[in-house]
């Protein structure tokens, strides 16, 4: 069993993975972000290329372990919404809005139904 399995048989070790991926995800979608929309030149050019790397890394990091794709996938998705919403506050200062914020529990409630729902 290599590192990444260990890790994941533990509840709080795959909670942990996940966390990390979703923080690389939306960190490197946020490079885009700043690429696209809040720079020019070489500035564009250098953001779009920490870009590529972090979700190469994300890549990386989400598929090392060996797990059921479909279930922890889904409830990736809920630890991404979480992830993406702290980071678009801390990085861009923008809070949730009421709807994100409705949405993103129902998103957050699904995957707490996949990881705890045993059947």
């Known amino acids: 069993m290599n590192l ?3 890790l994941i048989a533990n509840p709080l070790g795959a909670l942990a ?3 990390a991926a979703a923080f690389l995800e939306a960190y490197g979608d946020s490079f885009f972000q700043i690429g696209v929309h ?3 030149g070489l500035g564009r050019v250098a953001a779009c290329g920490a870009g590529v790397a972090v979700l190469a890394a994300y890549g990386l990091m989400v598929n090392l372990p060996r797990w059921d794709f479909g279930r922890l996938i889904g409830v990736y998705v809920a630890v991404f919404f ?3 919403q702290v980071l678009n506050k801390v990085r861009f200062g923008q809070a949730p809005s009421l ?3 409705v949405g993103g529990s129902l998103v ?3 995957g707490l139904v996949m990881a705890l729902w045993r059947g």
């Open 4 to 6: 990444a399995e260990r």
């Open 17 to 19: 993975v996940l966390a």
């Open 38 to 40: 809040r720079s020019a």
């Open 82 to 84: 979480v992830m993406a």
């Open 99 to 101: 709807p994100v914020w």
């Open 108 to 110: 957050v409630v699904g």
